[in-house]
């Protein structure tokens, strides 16, 4: 019962955030943060849920994690911090990736502002190589997404967590548009104008370096902590059976690559 109270207030302080006035935004983002301290990410994460099953538009709150995130970052992330797991658990390999991934999106967009600065395809052949580069690398991505919607996903799915992994689920797809888009345009550049191609290309790098971004944040300080404390400890062992059945990115975590080399993964499959 009194959890059930708990987390009808925290959808009440959720939709006060949601509704709050520009003006009225900053007062009410003091006392959500107040009052966020002690709520943990799972609760956080059930309480969207239900909001979601009563008729918030999924869309809508998306937006809303945006405002909640922001108020609950620092302690989020102290959180996230906390949580210390061998390199070998699928949290750590997923967060290794994400490291290299958050590494080439920066790299993504200082090449995007050396290519803005340019005029022409010549001034700007070493950027656009580059680029091709990271377009190979970001489709390279789809098994760390595949890794997630398979072996994660429907774990937490059969706990009852059901809608944050629709979210998640729902921007790898936006995620894999832009990034396919990515690699056509810089694959083909002599089909079109220079300014043409920066006039396409600057809106993919730029929703992919914000929002891929702001993905990975996610995933790192809610998603995985929530799926750490939802999923059985045994859950995990199977877990990273089928991310080693799915297969790793190119750029595999070091550690992985050195297990790979040893062949000690491919011993534990046997
Ligand atoms: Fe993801
Ligand atoms: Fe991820």
Same mark, same amino acid.
């Given at each position: ?24 935004? +900053? ?19 059930? +309480? ?102 398979? +072996? ?119």
């Amino acid at each position: 019962m009194e959890q059930r109270e708990k987390r009808e207030e925290l959808k009440q302080m959720l939709k006060r955030l949601h509704e709050a006035k520009p003006e009225e935004l +900053a007062t009410v983002k003091k006392e959500a943060a107040k009052y966020f301290k002690d709520t943990d990410p799972k609760e956080l994460a059930l +309480a969207e849920q239900e909001l979601i099953q009563e008729g918030t538009k999924r869309e809508e709150m998306k937006r809303l994690c945006d405002v909640h995130l922001e108020v609950m970052k620092e302690q989020l992330g102290a959180k996230a911090k906390a949580l210390k797991l061998p390199p070998s658990h699928p949290i750590s390999i997923c967060k290794d990736e994400h490291t290299i991934i958050k590494r080439n999106l920066k790299k993504l967009k200082n090449t995007l502002g050396k290519i803005k600065k340019a005029t022409s395809f010549d001034k700007a052949k070493h950027q656009i190589d580059t680029l091709k580069e990271l377009s190979h690398f970001f489709m390279e991505t789809e098994k760390h997404h595949q890794r997630e919607e398979e +072996a994660i996903f429907p774990r937490l799915e059969a706990h009852g967590v059901v809608e944050p992994p629709q979210i998640f689920k729902e921007d790898h797809v936006e995620f894999m548009a832009k990034k396919k888009g990515l690699k056509e345009i810089v694959m083909n550049t002599e089909q079109v104008e220079f300014s043409k191609f920066l006039e396409t290309v600057a809106p993919i790098i730029e929703f992919l370096t914000k929002k891929l971004e702001e993905h990975i944040y996610k995933e790192d300080n809610i998603l995985y902590p929530m799926a750490y404390e939802t999923l059985e400890k045994g859950e995990w062992v199977e877990v990273r059976k089928k991310f080693d059945a799915i297969g790793y990115c190119c750029f595999a975590p070091a550690d992985l690559k050195k297990k790979n080399k040893k062949g000690v993964t491919k011993k534990r499959k046997r």
